[in-house]
């Protein structure tokens, strides 16, 4: 596979729930993000990661939890979500943060907390 | 954050050029202007970015005004398939850089 990839695409889960989202980067990046695109908000940073280590927390509540085990490989767990974070969360890399370069997002995956 | 503003909608007919207008006025020295697109049920895809010079590439051509408050995305011939939102963006080439999008353009493309 090339790019950007994401699974699952679409999720649904109850507030109670525990679930995770993955992201695999194939482009030799060594920056990572997890965004969140919802219809009333314009696209929102969650989290940056360069070379495995979180370089930026943008006050993301704690239900919402991060891993980045690889420069290759970004989680995003999730537990006791609200139906208020049903979104589609994207994750995105670049070669490196900084010096304004492009990042490549993932296609998405589609949450609804019921 | 330096904001952009873009119109709000367009519409093209297929096959011939499309020209996307973006102003920034209060953009800094520092500040990379990006152009990214976004289809239905997709994430955002990179189209182009450029600093002060205009920008070729297979997907599109970036025209940065002189004093750099305004830019154009040149799609040189529109397909159905460039029918998407397109956001302009400004990205601070420092350290912490993050995309804020805008509402963008909606493009629409007529057979």
């Known amino acids: 596979e090339t790019g950007v990839t994401q699974t699952p695409r679409h999720l649904v889960m109850g507030m109670t729930n525990k679930k995770s989202l993955k992201c695999e980067q194939h482009l030799g990046h060594n920056a990572m993000y997890w965004y969140k695109q919802s219809a009333k908000k314009p696209l929102e940073l969650m989290f940056v990661y360069s070379l495995e280590e979180r370089v930026e927390n943008n006050s993301v509540p704690s239900r919402f939890s991060p891993e980045c085990p690889n420069s290759s490989h970004l989680f995003l767990h999730l537990h006791t979500l609200q139906p208020e974070d049903s979104a589609l969360y994207l994750c995105a890399s670049s070669p490196r943060i900084g010096q304004g370069l492009e990042q490549y997002f993932g296609p998405g995956t589609r949450l609804t907390v019921t | 954050d330096a904001k952009t503003t873009q119109p709000n909608s367009m519409e093209s007919n297929e096959e011939e050029p499309v020209h996307l207008p973006c102003n920034h006025s209060t953009i800094s020295g520092t500040d990379y202007i990006h152009w990214y697109r976004q289809l239905p049920s997709q994430g955002p895809e990179y189209v182009i970015h450029g600093l002060t010079s205009n920008v070729n590439n297979r997907m599109a051509s970036l025209a940065i005004a002189e004093d750099r408050k305004s830019s154009t995305l040149i799609l040189h011939r529109a397909t159905l398939r460039d029918a998407a939102v397109y956001y302009c963006?400004?990205?601070?080439?420092?350290?912490?850089?993050?995309?804020?999008f805008g509402k963008g353009t909606r493009l629409h493309i007529l057979p």
């Open positions: 963006i400004l990205r601070p080439g420092d350290v912490y850089d993050k995309i804020i």
